[in-house]
Structure formats: structure tokens, C-alpha cells
């Protein structure tokens, strides 16, 4: 089967610093993206990770780890419009399985 | 580049009717996938279109069904809706399979009453 965890929600202070974790077990693994989706729109693309290891983005980074099943993502220097909700997407060779997502308030 | 179009933008339907949903992939992109997402929930794949052929699909039943044109675009058609069917349908293209970044429409919002 496929299974993929991620916190509800989260809330963090402008500035701050925020990490969201993402347990996953799926088959046929190709990598794994991030997404962000604001409330009412259509997810945009944050990252895409295949190998193990960090991949830094500005203010966003990603992290995989193949063997554990597990990535994060690294939210940096925050801002007010950060408040979204952040889906991890294992993809497959045809497609992209979604948690539910974690839903991130920052607050001033 | 107009990007990921989808039509309509809402709309409503009956318990029992049928519904065609409607995807211009963007500029280059020659795969086309389809995701339905319940409020508050991650969106759940459908079935992926690459040369006019269905080459995956999700956890969905019958009632949902698709066609992928020879300029790419796609439809996605569900019959005999159902309550449950009121979700946001999103598109995404993408060029060939996998292991690409995938560009989603802004979505129909379909409510089925």
C-alpha cells in the first residue's frame, strides 16, 4: 500500500524558522516533490529530490532520505505570505501520490 | 506562456448527471493528469493521459473516465454523479512520464447537489 505522513498544522513567527517532516512508504519511488498550495488556488512546485541529501533552494530547502522514507522541508526566514498548506508528493513513474498536507499559519 | 488552463472554473450539477471537465496543457507539455481534491485534503491521482492513451490510474471507479486529444488537451468525463463527487478537479501537465516537475491548472470546483 501507500502511505504518506505528514503533520496537520503548524504555526510559526515571521523570521522564524520552520522544518516539515514526511514519513512515506510508496511504490515504485521515483523522488519526491513539494509542493505549496494557498488556500483556493492550485498547488505550485517547491522542490524535487532523487537523491539523498539536501537541496537548497533560497529561502527553501529539501531534504531525502531513500532508506528511511522520510524527507523534510525547510522553510527559512519566514514571511506572512508563507501561510499555506504544504503537500509531499512521493512520485511514481506516472504519478504523484499526496498527503494531506500540513497546513502553516505564521503569525507576526 | 498561458500555462495550465482548465474549464469551467465552477460549476454545478445534479445527483445523477454528467459532467465533462476540460485541459489545455501548457506550452510543451505532452502529459496530462487529473487529481480530484476533497476540502482539506491532498489531492488524490486519477488517471494520467501520455499519447492519447490512459497509461495510469488511481483508486477510482468507472464513473470516471478521460480522453487525451492530438494537441494534448484532455477530458475528463464522470457519470452518474455522485454527493461525493463535489471536490475540486485539478489538471497537471507535464513532459512524458515521470520524474518531472508537474504544473497544475487552477481546477474546477464541482459541486453536485
Known amino acids: 500500500g501507500q502511505n504518506i505522513d505528514q503533520p496537520t498544522e503548524m504555526t510559526a513567527t515571521e523570521g522564524a524558522i520552520v522544518q516539515i517532516n514526511c514519513t512515506y512508504q510508496?511504490?515504485?519511488?521515483?523522488?519526491l516533490f513539494w509542493y505549496q498550495q494557498h488556500a483556493g488556488e492550485a498547488p505550485t512546485f517547491l522542490s524535487y529530490?532523487?537523491?539523498?541529501g539536501l537541496e537548497e533552494k533560497g529561502r527553501f530547502s529539501s531534504f531525502l532520505s531513500r532508506s528511511k522514507g522520510y524527507s523534510y522541508l525547510l522553510l527559512k526566514e519566514l514571511q506572512m505570505k508563507d501561510s499555506a498548506s504544504y503537500l509531499c508528493a512521493p512520485g511514481g513513474y506516472n504519478k504523484l501520490i499526496f498527503g494531506a498536507g500540513t497546513r502553516l499559519a505564521v503569525h507576526p | 506562456d498561458a500555462g495550465v488552463t482548465q474549464s469551467p472554473t465552477h460549476l454545478i450539477k445534479t445527483r445523477g448527471q454528467q459532467v465533462t471537465l476540460r485541459c489545455s496543457p501548457k506550452s510543451g507539455h505532452d502529459t496530462v493528469s487529473w487529481y480530484q481534491q476533497a476540502l482539506g485534503q491532498g489531492p488524490q491521482f486519477i488517471f494520467q493521459y501520455y499519447e492519447e492513451e490512459e497509461r495510469q490510474r488511481g483508486n477510482f471507479p468507472d464513473r470516471f473516465s478521460g480522453h487525451q486529444f492530438p494537441n494534448y488537451s484532455s477530458e475528463l468525463n464522470v457519470n452518474a454523479l455522485l454527493l461525493g463527487d463535489s471536490a475540486l478537479y485539478l489538471c497537471a501537465s507535464s513532459w512524458g512520464q515521470g520524474g518531472t516537475e508537474a504544473f497544475f491548472g487552477q481546477g474546477t470546483r464541482l459541486t453536485v447537489v
Open positions: 529530490n532523487v537523491l539523498d
Open positions: 510508496t511504490s515504485g519511488f521515483n523522488g
